[in-house]
């Protein structure tokens, strides 16, 4: 481009009029444009430019434009085109554009003549459009102008003079006055109604001053005809324009339409106004932050709940109403979330306008815009201090309850839901399970595998199913203890727990061990079976009572002595068995020792199964605890019939002694008192003539029959005492039983003795004893056969060296049972007519026991009424 167009390029760009039109064409259009001067220096361009071509604003001004690669072209163009005297319509030019590429674009360029201002060229870029081919007429420069603001999207005009004399204006301007005819008028004139909306004051303003005005949002109203004023929203500059001489003679007016905007932020406004209250008067507290987490908005209910003042909440402010122990938690969960941009909930501990903390609790979720930005966070804030104070009372509650079980020494265990989950189960618990702590948590199942296949599973789910308490008592339970299956005995509960709506929610389980006890019970029926077994055994009878006396037990000696059942005896009595000569007494020594605990012993007599009556000594004896208190009585019977009829024997024996001693001295008495009266009468009587020898013959028999009596009985003292010495020596048998046999003849003489000597022999043996035994037999003989006289003394062989003397009578007999029992002590049989036979039953017992120390044997035939047979068998002594 030529330079030297017109003046000096310095003093054009300095020029103040020029610049502030520069100014305001260039930030008012939107298309791409820049303004150059004559030299094709540019002067200014828009953003619009800018971003079309991507230069940087500092890059370019000052630069001329065949300095610029991408503008050679429309240098040289516009050099072609003379364009300081006229102007370019609708040039197509292709620009090689950095990111687009190859684009063609439609260059308008008018010399920005208008007025004062010289050698200016505005020159717009167009993306190329189809267009009709334009006729390229001499249009005049407000033509020109008009032409290149026509399609701007701002209303433009040019006020000339104080006045401010529409001079020019596009149709946008046009439009927003209503098509008005306003050019050549003033603007009184021309827009009377806008007299009082103080624009005319503003224009008068920047004529005067020669200062830029921009108005922001300024409502204005306009007639456009229909016989109304239309409110409309202007952004708005007055641009003074300055003459050559630099005074202000006109101004350019640049307008946007912001009606819209302003309507719509209105309604926003006005929306978020309605919303804001809205929120305000919601009873909760309301809240919302910025994205970087700051609040930006909390409602009325928090600034009436905390008395805060919106500037003391804002940023963190309202952690300063937080409890100072919640307060960091508060913060920390907040800023997590906020980062996190997830939903969050938690509860603090907020301090009112009255000074008191209460729980809130405090929930918030991510709000986005439209695009989908994080935006910050919304959230509501409720008090719930009430039901935390509940909750935090069951807490304590289950905390107390838990900690009573936890030391509970009672095997305690909780568990939840169907499934049996062990919520919780004290140490008792676990180590009656052999387990450790690691089962808390787990199912029952799991934790106790062992149970399987026992009752316990089914038990818990009928429980839980029916509400019913399940006790178990001594129940077995297989638990696995060190490795090892072993059975215990436990006492134990199944209870269901119920929540507040009475829904089962769980079991709670106690058990105690009692497996000890069960086994030593066990043992003790062993023992107690075992004692019983024994005292079945013994032939002794056995009972116990309780501590009333009352009979529970009696043993297999009683069952069999009695014949009779343990609960026929408990039913009969056992009383009732006591003969009644003894019975009332033993009731009274039995209350007595009921009475005073003091052991009972008596001897009665009891009837057997055969209805006899046996003597037992009884005993009985209280079993005390450790109190003294009388648990049972355990109470033995043990038969002393043989024992008492051997003390009667004796007794009888006595009587016997005392009756055979007295009778002889009685009539030895008698013969000497008779013997002493004749001596005294017989001084005139003949001695010879006188009955002496007969009365001394008796007194001899009588003091002979005492003597054997006396030796009789010392030799039963030296028998029991062992003492019973032998005089042996080898003597004939023959001879001694024939000597004896003379003897007893010599004061007995009713009886025949006959001597039948089939044998002779000696013997070994003590003669004096040998021969007692014979004076017994042959006594004994004649005793008991009152009315047959014979009696027949028999020696005979017998094999192996023996030989046989058998004593036989005629006389009474002797049935067989008493057979057996008259070689014993005191024994004789009992007679009807005792008294008939005197004696005192231990002759035969003599001669027996005799008979034994020789090594032989003695023995008895008899029958009753015909008479008996006493034989002895001896060794025979051997030959010299
Ligand atoms: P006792 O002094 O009573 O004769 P013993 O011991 O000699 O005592 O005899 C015991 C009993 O045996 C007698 O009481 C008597 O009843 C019976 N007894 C002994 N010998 C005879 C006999 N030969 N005939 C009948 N009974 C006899």
């Avoid at 005995?489 to 009692?514: H, S």
Wanted: aromatic share 10%; glycine share 6%.
């Amino acid at each position: 481009m030529k330079k030297n167009i017109q003046g000096s390029n310095r003093q054009l760009k300095s020029g103040a009029a020029e610049n502030s039109l520069v100014k305001s064409i260039v930030t008012t259009v939107k298309e791409p444009v820049m303004v150059v001067d004559s030299n094709g220096g540019i002067i200014d361009a828009n953003s619009s430019f800018y971003d079309l071509f991507e230069f940087r604003k500092k890059e370019v001004l000052a630069l001329e434009l065949n300095e610029i690669g991408l503008f050679q072209e429309l240098d040289k163009l516009l050099e072609e085109e003379q364009l300081q005297e006229g102007n370019i319509q609708d040039l197509e030019l292709t620009f090689s554009l950095p990111k687009a590429g190859k684009k063609n674009f439609l260059i308008n360029a008018a010399a920005l003549n208008a007025g004062n201002v010289p050698g200016l060229v505005l020159i717009t870029f167009n993306k190329v459009f189809p267009i009709a081919e334009k006729e390229r007429s001499g249009k005049n420069d407000l033509e020109n102008f008009h032409d290149i603001f026509s399609q701007a999207p701002a209303m433009i005009c040019i006020l000339r003079g104080p006045e401010h004399i529409f001079e020019l204006a596009n149709d946008n301007y046009f439009q927003l006055v209503g098509n008005r005819n306003i050019l050549g008028k003033t603007i009184r004139e021309a827009l009377p109604e806008i007299e009082n909306q103080g624009f005319v004051e503003m224009l008068d303003r920047v004529y005067s001053s020669g200062k830029a005005f921009n108005g922001n949002e300024l409502p204005v109203k306009l007639d456009v005809g229909k016989n109304e004023l239309k409110n409309s929203f202007l952004d708005f500059v007055y641009q003074p324009i300055l003459d050559a001489s630099n005074e202000v003679d006109g101004i350019f007016v640049h307008a946007v339409d912001v009606t819209e905007k302003v309507m719509a932020r209105k309604k926003l406004e006005e929306s978020e106004n309605e919303l804001r209250k809205l929120v305000d008067t919601v009873p909760a507290i309301i809240w919302i932050t910025r994205p970087s987490g700051e609040n930006y908005y909390l409602n009325k209910s928090w600034y009436e709940y905390t008395g805060q003042t919106v500037s003391e909440s804002m940023d963190f402010g309202w952690l300063n109403m937080v409890h100072p122990n919640d307060s960091k938690r508060a913060k920390d969960f907040f800023v997590k979330a906020n980062e996190s941009q997830e939903f969050f909930s938690t509860s603090f501990r907020l301090r009112n306008s009255e000074g008191n903390y209460r729980w809130v609790l405090d929930s918030g979720s991510p709000r986005y815009d439209a695009l989908g930005n994080y935006e910050g966070m919304i959230g509501v804030v409720i008090d719930v201090h009430e039901e935390k104070e509940k909750e935090q009372l069951i807490g304590e509650k289950e905390h107390r309850i838990r900690s009573i079980i936890e030391q509970a020494d009672v095997a305690t265990a909780l568990y939840t839901g169907k499934e049996m989950n062990i919520d919780m189960a004290n140490d008792a618990m676990i180590s009656l399970w052999g387990k450790d702590h690691s089962v808390i948590g787990t199912t029952l199942r799991e934790a106790l595998p062992e149970l399987d296949g026992q009752p316990f599973h089914d038990l818990l789910q009928e429980v839980y199913e029916t509400g019913e308490t399940y006790w178990g008592k001594e129940d077995p339970v297989d638990l696995v203890i060190d490795n090892k299956l072993r059975t215990g005995y436990f006492n134990f509960t199944y209870k269901a727990l119920r929540d507040e709506k009475g829904d089962i929610y769980g079991i709670l389980n106690m058990a105690v061990d009692v497996t000890e006890m069960v086994k030593s019970r066990d043992l003790l029926k062993e023992s107690e079976s075992r004692f019983r077994q024994l005292a079945d055994l013994m032939p002794e009878k056995v009972a116990n009572t309780n501590s009333r006396g009352d009979f529970i037990y009696f043993n297999q000696g009683w069952l069999e002595y009695t014949g009779l059942t343990t609960k026929e005896l408990i039913k009969k009595g056992w009383d009732n068995l006591i003969h009644p000569g003894e019975k009332e007494e033993y009731l009274k020594s039995w209350q007595n020792s009921l009475h005073t605990g003091r052991d009972f012993e008596m001897e009665f007599r009891y009837l057997n199964k055969n209805n006899k009556y046996r003597w037992h000594l009884s005993r009985a004896e209280a079993v005390k605890d450790e109190n003294g208190n009388i648990q049972m009585w355990i109470c033995t019977a043990t038969e002393i019939q043989k024992i008492k009829l051997e003390e009667k024997r004796k007794e009888d024996f006595l009587k016997m002694v005392s009756h055979e001693l007295k009778t002889p001295i009685t009539s030895i008495k008698g013969y000497v008192q008779l013997l002493l009266s004749l001596l005294r009468s017989e001084r005139e009587v003949e001695v010879s003539a006188k009955p002496y020898q007969m009365y001394l013959e008796r007194v001899d028999h009588q003091i002979s029959r005492l003597t054997r009596l006396i030796s009789e009985m010392l030799d039963l003292s030296r028998i029991e005492k062992s003492k019973l010495d032998l005089q042996k020596e080898s003597f004939s048998l023959n001879d001694l039983i024939s000597e004896t046999v003379q003897d007893i003849n010599y004061t007995n003489t009713e009886h025949n003795i006959r001597i039948t000597e089939d044998h002779q022999c000696k013997i070994y043996g003590d003669k004096d004893r040998i021969g007692q035994v014979l004076i017994n037999l042959v006594t004994n003989a004649i005793k008991y056969s009152p009315l047959n006289p014979d009696i027949e003394v028999q020696i005979s062989k017998a094999e192996g060296g023996k030989v046989t003397v058998s004593v036989k009578d005629f006389g009474i007999g002797i049935d067989t049972e008493n057979q057996k029992k008259i070689f014993k002590r005191f024994y004789r049989v009992d007679r009807n007519s005792e008294e008939t036979y005197s004696g005192f039953g231990i002759g035969l017992y003599l001669a027996n026991e005799i008979i034994q120390r020789h090594n032989g044997s003695l023995s008895v035939k008899s029958e009753m009424g015909k008479g008996s047979v006493f034989t002895f068998t001896l060794l025979e002594a051997l030959e010299d």
